[in-house]
């Protein structure tokens, strides 16, 4: 129905203020139509959020879920246990002592080829 403004018409009183009143109405029947239209866009984009969440969720852990994997995981070392692992590992040969040791048998069995070789 398009918007008419009321007329002044011969058949009886009229009430100026009347005008003004529907005037207002009018203009605020507008502004409520342009919000309801920008909701409903909100609206449908909310929809297709929460579609896309509900997708995702059932991978999701729930708090239960993980306080069930926590219990399960095998047991943590303390800081006295990794102390004592450092201890136990300080006592063992570097990585560099041992590869000294290995070019040191090569360097021998070298040697012990080539002193074969000249003796034959």
């Known amino acids: 129905m398009p918007d008419t403004p ?4 011969a058949r009886g009183p009229y009430d100026p203020s009347l005008e003004m009143r529907v005037t207002r109405l009018e203009e605020d029947m507008r ?9 409903e866009t909100m609206v449908i984009d909310l929809r297709q959020a929460v579609t896309r969440i509900e997708a995702t969720l059932p991978h999701l852990a729930a708090k239960a879920e993980v306080a069930e994997i926590l219990k399960t995981l095998p047991h943590l070392a ?3 246990e990794v102390a004592e692992l450092r201890a ?3 006592e063992k040969p570097s990585r560099t002592y041992l590869w000294a040791g290995f070019a040191a048998l090569c360097t021998a069995y070298a040697s ?7 003796v034959k």
């Open 31 to 39: 502004e409520v139509k342009s919000t309801t239209g920008r909701l």
């Open 78 to 80: 303390t800081k006295a």
């Open 88 to 90: 136990d590992l300080a």
């Open 112 to 118: 012990g080829l080539a002193l074969l070789a000249l």
């Open 6 to 9: 009321i007329e002044h018409t």
